[in-house]
């Protein structure tokens, strides 16, 4: 079982920055990778960001590339989101997951946080 607690959303005006935060305990030595996805009101969740525990691999999808940064601190076992020069479009709940593998796709994550709102505002 792997608990993930996210923090950090809000309300920002456009070309701000958040950073979004995902605190993760229990038996998180068996996953290999954490991963950002997002759901907009209307729309499928969708896959944001994602990086291995050891750091050296990391993947954004293309409407985010440039903009956010994905960041692991081991130590306290928490995987961060910064999103600068945010958009309107960026508008969504937030949700972290943690994988046995790395990728893109929802399926290959098992387990997933309740989810953070940011609202960009234009």
């Known amino acids: 079982q792997v608990q993930l607690v996210e923090s950090g959303g809000g309300l920002v005006q456009a070309g701000g920055s958040l950073r979004l935060s995902c605190a993760a305990s229990g038996r998180t030595f068996s996953y290999l990778a954490m991963g950002w996805f997002r759901q907009a009101p209307g729309k499928e969740r969708e896959f944001v960001a994602t990086?291995?525990?050891?750091?050296?691999?990391?993947d954004y999808a293309d409407s985010v590339k440039g903009r956010f940064t994905i960041s692991r601190d081991n130590a306290k076992i928490t995987v961060y989101l910064q999103m600068n020069s945010l958009k309107p479009e960026d508008t969504a709940v937030y949700y972290c997951?943690?994988?046995?593998?790395?990728?893109?796709?929802?399926?290959?994550?098992?387990?997933w946080g309740q989810g953070t709102q940011v609202t960009v505002s234009s």
């Open positions: 990086i291995t525990w050891s750091g050296a691999r990391t």
């Open positions: 997951a943690v994988g046995r593998t790395f990728g893109r796709q929802i399926g290959a994550y098992e387990y």
